[in-house]
């Protein structure tokens, strides 16, 4: 009798033994199946306590662009529009067939776009605010954290034309070129719009207010303007052969030329921009630069090899180079190195004083305050 209740104890424990086995097999399966929509990875976070996600994981995104959402992350694929929260979940997704798939965000709100395209994806952290379909082709969009949406495309009666949706995706306000291409827009603040346009002449930056076509200011220069973006001071160019700082009124304020070197890449703060120069236009020793929105040489530094990506913040400086992240301080001082071999393409510093790497499947955040 004793020996039968012991073949039967055996049994269940065998038989318990083989049901763990099965659930833990299943848990990694689900896990498995789970992966891209980081369904399991949020539950362990949350047993573990970990409260600021570290890893974002996505299909594909060759080719693509990357944006910080509200310590998130929107990424614009040739596939389509993907948008994850600060955890790492993803929370919708847009598919669309896209070519040069740009997109921008400020704050929760973020906008992506095909360069050349008709289609502008218009968005917050948590879903689609409006779908913008335009007749002519999207030259460039941009987006302020008030929400005010800025659509520049092509016109056929004029040279182009910038077009400025509210936060609920309702056009309130449209300017057209009588001349000079219009290559972006902005608005400022909530109530003026900028714009910069390329001509015969050179350049050429405006500013007007949401209520008259009538301008505010103008700013021209026979330069090749490749940007124009407002800073807390006012406007930063960044041109083909120098930087140049405008006033609120768009009146010249500082200049810093390159001194025949080439641009290489830079990336522009609410104060302060970092750039890197190139005495050749391929290989060659790289110099690194930080300056003030005041054009204050705020740091400079000597690298060797391709640089990646540069970003900046109002009290960090990060470079992407050979699968290494270095963050420094705005000055170029007291480096930080973190490895970030996953094929990183993309860094970004985020509102929090982390730093975004993004790459073709994956973006990390490292360091923090």
């Known amino acids: 009798m004793d020996e039968k209740r012991k073949k039967k104890r055996g049994f269940f424990k065998a038989l318990c033994v083989l049901l763990l086995i099965a ?10 199946a789970s992966q891209r929509e980081g369904g399991l990875r949020g539950l362990w976070r949350e047993l573990r306590g970990d409260v600021d996600a570290r890893e ?29 929260d600060r955890e790492g979940e993803q929370t919708f997704t847009r598919l669309y067939t896209w ?12 906008a992506a776009y095909d ?20 007749d002519n082709p999207v030259v460039s969009v941009t987006v302020n954290d008030l929400g005010y949406l800025t659509v520049c495309t092509q016109e056929n009666d004029y040279m182009g034309s910038a077009t400025v949706y509210n936060s609920l995706g309702t056009a309130i306000y449209k300017w057209s070129a009588g001349r000079g291409r219009v290559l972006s827009g902005a608005v400022r603040d909530r109530d003026e719009l900028l714009v910069l346009t ?12 949401l209520t008259s076509e009538d301008l505010t200011a103008e700013y021209t220069v026979e330069d090749l303007v490749i940007d124009a973006v407002c800073t807390s001071s006012g406007v930063t160019l960044v041109t083909t052969t120098r930087l140049i700082g405008l006033d609120r009124d768009l009146k010249e304020s500082w200049t810093l030329d390159y001194a025949g070197r080439f641009l290489q890449g830079y990336s522009i703060g609410a104060d302060c921009v970092i750039l890197t120069l190139s005495d050749f236009q391929v290989g060659g020793e790289r110099t690194v ?36 992240l270095t963050v420094f301080e705005r000055s170029l001082a007291s480096p930080t190195e973190y490895e970030c071999d996953f094929g990183a393409e993309r860094v970004m510093i ?14 990390f955040v490292f360091g923090g305050e």
């Open 198 to 209: 390329l001509g015969s002449g050179g350049s050429r930056v405006v500013t007007m207010p």
């Open 23 to 32: 659930a833990a097999i299943l848990a990694v399966a689900m896990a498995v």
């Open 350 to 363: 985020r509102p929090d004083g982390t730093v975004l790497c993004a790459g073709t499947f994956s973006a």
């Open 115 to 134: 360069v050349g395209g008709e289609l502008v994806l218009f968005f917050e952290s948590v879903g689609m605010i409006r779908e913008l379909k335009f």
């Open 289 to 324: 630069m930080t300056v003030s929105d005041a054009g204050q040489l705020l740091g400079s530094l000597q690298l060797e090899g391709e640089i990646t990506d540069l970003g900046v913040s109002q009290n960090k400086a990060a470079v992407l180079s050979g699968g290494v």
């Open 56 to 84: 974002f994981f996505f299909e594909n995104a060759s080719g693509g662009s990357f944006a910080d959402l509200d310590n998130g992350l929107a990424v614009a694929a040739t596939s389509g529009l993907y948008v994850y």
């Open 99 to 110: 070519t040069q798939p740009i997109v921008r965000a400020a704050g929760t709100y973020g």
